[in-house]
């Protein structure tokens, strides 16, 4: 549990690397990917198609890809540190201790990805990592879009409302979504309409709560249209 009891420390928390391998609670990533070397490379090929060798020993200098030399981008320095995160924690903790599953919370997942990059490594990472449950932020329609199998969590101030991500399987349709979120949108549904998807939404997928329920009394007291009533009926039989 290295990673967790340091990571959360007050001086450690995304203030400075987490890694415990030898003990000390003070090895940065490049003092460890030698350990990990082997599987990283065969993760990283598996999700890029690129392969590198490191020039001189230093994980923080020159790569050489077999057809020229040059500096790692963000983007791969990124998906290389969240691969070598997942593996040390796998070795240390999943095989270490016998755990069957762990819930990995990862803010951003995202950050410095290229849209490609963001669309592929949600589920590169579930095929990859099958013990692991996840816990994304995001605000990446690309993710969002080429993910499936799980709930998307939408907080908008003090409400929350959860759908299945399955439901929005397009740059469009999640785009939407964000628009709703950041003010984007030119044609505004009505308050009532939103209030109808909200309670749709959450009663489907077991986030129903005290909110929900005092907005249910209230539409039950409003003057409906034919259609607001209909969603109105399917929620009541949910």
């Known amino acids: 549990m290295a990673v967790l009891k340091t990571r959360l420390g007050e001086a450690y928390f995304n203030l400075a690397d987490s890694f415990s391998f030898h003990g000390t609670s003070t090895e940065c990533a490049e003092m460890i990917y030698g350990n990990y070397e082997e599987d990283v490379q065969k993760l990283f ?41 997942l593996l040390y924690y796998q070795d240390t903790v999943i095989q270490g201790h016998g755990v069957n599953h762990a819930w990995i919370v990862v ?33 990446s329609c690309d993710l969002v879009a080429h993910t499936s199998e799980a709930n998307l969590v939408i907080l908008d101030n003090n409400v929350c409302e959860v759908v299945d991500i399955n439901d929005y399987s397009s740059i469009s349709e999640v785009q939407i979504i964000f628009g709703r979120l950041f003010g984007e949108r030119k044609v505004m549904p009505s308050e009532t309409e939103e209030i109808l ?20 009394n209230k539409l039950q007291k409003k003057d409906l249209s034919a259609s607001q009533k209909i969603i109105l009926q399917q929620i009541q039989r949910w």
Do not use: C
């Not at 990859?128 to 996840?134: E, T």
């Open 107 to 139: 803010d951003e997942l995202d950050e410095f990805l290229s849209p490609k990059y963001s669309a592929l490594i949600m589920e590169f990472l579930k095929e990859k990592f099958s013990w692991a449950r996840w816990v994304v932020a995001t605000h």
């Open 197 to 216: 998807r909200h309670l749709l939404n959450n009663k489907m997928n077991g986030a129903w709560g005290s909110y929900e329920e005092e907005w249910l």
């Open 45 to 85: 090929y598996s999700l890029t198609g690129d392969k590198f060798s490191i020039v001189n020993g230093d994980p923080l200098g020159e790569v050489d890809f077999g057809d020229g030399k040059g500096l790692l981008s963000s983007g791969y320095q990124a998906i290389i540190r969240i691969l070598l995160e």
